[in-house]
């Protein structure tokens, strides 16, 4: 659903203005590779605090604590 509103929304750019669209179509792969970097730091970062909130529980798991049930919705 994003890609499409995503393409709808370049259609309507090329329509308006058709250079400023060429340039975002020339621009975002650069912006991806860009930000990719970032997103590799930021799967770190999380999978460090998962790393971290389990090493601190541990000693209750040990003990016998159980996380209560989470609804998903």
Excluded: D, E, K
Excluded at 46 to 52: G, N, Q, R
Excluded at 59 to 67: E, F, Q
């Amino acid at each position: 659903m994003n890609t499409l509103v995503a393409l709808l929304a370049w259609c309507v750019l090329l329509v308006l203005c058709w250079p400023l669209a060429l340039l975002a179509l020339v621009l975002w792969p650069i912006a991806w590779l860009l930000s990719l970097p970032l997103r590799l730091v930021g799967i770190t970062f999380s999978a460090l605090f998962a790393f971290l909130h389990a090493l601190l529980l541990l000693p209750a798991r040990v003990l016998g604590w159980r996380p209560r049930a989470v609804a998903v919705a």
